[in-house]
C-alpha cells in the first residue's frame, strides 16, 4: 500500500502527529482480533466465499490505513515518513492475519464455498439466470472454477428452466400478454435471452412453449427441495 502526503495543510503541532491522534479518527489498530471480530459480523449479515470474505477485510484495512495517514499527514515531512512507515507495516500485518482469519474461519465450517456456491445457483437460477451467468456471478464471488462446475452442472433441463423464469420476468414468449406475429419483436425476444447468455436452442425451446406447459414447469420446480 502506498501512500502520498498531502499538500496544503496547515500544521497543527506535536499534539496532531501523536499516534493516539490518529487512532482517534483512523479508529484501532486491525488486528487478527479485530479482523476476526470484523468478518463474524459481516458473515452474520452476508454469506461470503473465503476470497470475498478477505476482500471485505482488505477493504476495512485500507479505509484504517487512509484514514490514520490522512491524520499524520498535518505534522513535519520527517514524522509523516515515519508514521507513513509504521502504518504501511501494520498493513502488511493486517493483510496477513485477515488471510488467516478467513482460512479459520473455513477450517471451522463457518465458510464452505461449496454451500455458497450451491446456494447462490439455486436461487440465481430461480430468478432466470443461464449457466454462463451464474458461472460468471461465482467467479466474482470467488468460487474457483472446479467448485463452480460442480454448482452448475451441463444440465439442458435446468438451462430450459431458467430461460422460462427469464421469459417470465420479462413477460416474453409464452408469458407475453399478447401475441405477436411480427419476426422483429420474435428475433428481439431471442435477443434478450441471447445476451442472458441462453443458447440459441434453449431460447428458441424457451420462446415457443406453451404458455400453461411453461407455468408448470415452473411451478414444479420451485416445488422441488
Same mark, same amino acid.
Given at each position: 500500500?502506498?501512500?502520498?502526503?498531502?499538500?496544503?495543510k496547515?500544521?497543527?503541532?506535536?499534539?496532531?502527529?501523536?499516534?493516539?491522534?490518529?487512532r482517534?479518527?483512523?479508529g484501532?489498530t486491525p488486528?487478527?482480533a479485530?479482523?476476526?471480530e470484523a468478518?463474524?459480523?459481516?458473515?452474520?449479515?452476508f *454469506?461470503?466465499?473465503?476470497a470475498?470474505l478477505?476482500?471485505v477485510?482488505?477493504?476495512?484495512?485500507?479505509?484504517? *490505513?487512509?484514514r490514520?495517514?490522512?491524520?499524520?499527514q498535518?505534522?513535519?515531512?520527517? %514524522?509523516v515518513?515515519?508514521?507513513?512507515d509504521?502504518?504501511?507495516?501494520?498493513c502488511?500485518?493486517?493483510?496477513a492475519?485477515?488471510r488467516?482469519?478467513?482460512?479459520r474461519?473455513v477450517?471451522?465450517?463457518?465458510?464452505?464455498?461449496?454451500?455458497?456456491a450451491?446456494?447462490?445457483?439455486?436461487?440465481?437460477?430461480? %430468478?432466470?439466470?443461464?449457466a454462463?451467468?451464474?458461472?460468471?456471478?461465482l467467479?466474482?464471488r470467488?468460487?474457483?472454477? %472446479?467448485?463452480?462446475? %460442480?454448482?452448475?452442472?451441463?444440465d439442458?433441463?435446468?438451462?430450459?428452466?431458467a430461460?422460462?423464469?427469464? *421469459?417470465r420476468r420479462r413477460?416474453i414468449?409464452?408469458?407475453?400478454?399478447?401475441?405477436?406475429?411480427d419476426?422483429?419483436?420474435?428475433?428481439?425476444?431471442?435477443?434478450m435471452l441471447?445476451?442472458?447468455?441462453?443458447?440459441?436452442?434453449?431460447?428458441? *425451446?424457451?420462446?415457443?412453449?406453451d404458455?400453461?406447459?411453461?407455468?408448470?414447469?415452473l411451478?414444479e420446480?420451485r416445488?422441488?427441495?
Open positions: 500500500m502506498v501512500f502520498r502526503a498531502r499538500q496544503g496547515a500544521p497543527l503541532g506535536d499534539a496532531a502527529t501523536r499516534p493516539g491522534i490518529a482517534l479518527v483512523a484501532p488486528t487478527a479485530r479482523l476476526h468478518a463474524l459480523r459481516h458473515l452474520a449479515r *454469506a461470503a466465499t473465503q470475498g478477505v476482500r477485510l482488505d477493504r476495512r484495512i485500507d479505509r484504517w *490505513a487512509r490514520a495517514i490522512d491524520e499524520i498535518r505534522g513535519d515531512q520527517a %514524522e515518513e515515519s508514521a507513513t509504521r502504518i504501511s507495516a501494520a502488511v500485518q493486517a493483510a492475519d485477515a488467516e482469519v478467513a482460512a474461519l477450517a471451522a465450517g463457518v465458510i464452505d464455498d461449496a454451500v455458497f450451491a446456494s447462490r445457483t439455486r436461487r440465481l437460477r430461480r %430468478e432466470g439466470r443461464s454462463r451467468a451464474v458461472g460468471a456471478h467467479a466474482m470467488g468460487v474457483d472454477a %472446479e467448485t463452480a462446475r %460442480e454448482a452448475v452442472p451441463d439442458e433441463a435446468a438451462e430450459l428452466l430461460a422460462l423464469a427469464a *421469459a413477460r414468449g409464452p408469458f407475453r400478454r399478447a401475441e405477436i406475429v419476426q422483429a419483436a420474435r428475433m428481439k425476444e431471442l435477443a441471447a445476451r442472458g447468455g441462453f443458447a440459441q436452442s434453449v431460447a428458441r *425451446a424457451a420462446l415457443a412453449m404458455p400453461d406447459e411453461a407455468e408448470a414447469l411451478i420446480s416445488q422441488a427441495p
